[in-house]
């Protein structure tokens, strides 16, 4: 059970920004939201996390809903390198399918 | 400084034989974590360990995987009698195992090529 839902797939033109939308409906109170990502043959590796109130550091953004039901990772700025795929945890082993995101030049 | 690192990076076996993977996690990391993840699919976790505790081994697929953490360090994934469905790329992370700050860091996993 990944106790989260993600898009399957999205594309964003370089330059604009990506908003990765996830839906985890059944997070409890003391869980934290995880975004990480992992670019083609590569270990995934550490975005943001956050646990109620938005949280912003060099890679991303993280918008998180006053009930805690559903999160927005933003890529403000997206450029090719971002091509990869995002996936959103709330419990540490359910990594799910994640969301693929293309960046189109 | 030093991530946490995989061996081998690539493992090709015959059908049948026993494999091990290895993985040396960050030092002073509580917290070790195997995955694997088939061709285009998402991490499919194995087993979990956490300082002396014993291990979370819920995700093991069957009783051919195994894995143990000598001395709260370097752990060592074992797959018996390797089927053509075993192969995937197996991962590990370590992690401090915080309340406020469990982040996961991924070494660059084993590739498994069972013919």
């Known amino acids: 059970d990944a106790k989260t839902t993600q898009p399957p797939s999205m594309d964003c033109a370089e330059g604009r920004a990506a908003n990765l939308p996830c839906n985890h409906s059944t997070i409890s109170g003391n869980e934290y939201v995880y975004w990480y990502r992992q670019i083609h043959s590569q270990g995934p590796q550490y975005i943001i996390h956050?646990?109620?109130n938005n949280e912003t550091n060099e890679m991303a953004s993280l918008i998180i809903t006053e009930d805690r039901k559903s999160s927005t990772l933003i890529l403000p700025h997206a450029t090719l390198r971002d091509t990869a795929v995002y996936y959103c945890i709330v419990r540490e082993f359910y990594f799910g399918t994640g969301t693929s995101l293309t960046v189109i030049p | 400084g030093a991530g946490v690192s995989q061996s081998p990076s690539n493992k090709v076996t015959e059908k049948g034989k026993d494999v091990e993977l290895r993985c040396d996690p960050i030092s002073g990391h509580t917290a070790l974590y195997w995955y694997r993840q088939s061709l285009g699919q998402g991490l499919e976790f194995l087993i979990y360990f956490q300082g002396n505790s014993a291990p979370d081994k819920s995700g093991l697929p069957s009783d051919r995987f195994s894995a143990e953490r000598t001395g709260g360090s370097v752990s060592t994934l074992t797959i018996q009698r390797t089927q053509q469905e075993d192969s995937a790329v197996y991962l590990c992370?370590?992690?401090?195992?915080?309340?406020?700050?469990?982040?996961?860091?991924f070494g660059p996993g084993t590739r498994l090529t069972v013919l």
């Open positions: 992370a370590s992690s401090f195992k915080l309340p406020s700050t469990d982040t996961q860091y």
């Open positions: 956050g646990l109620k």
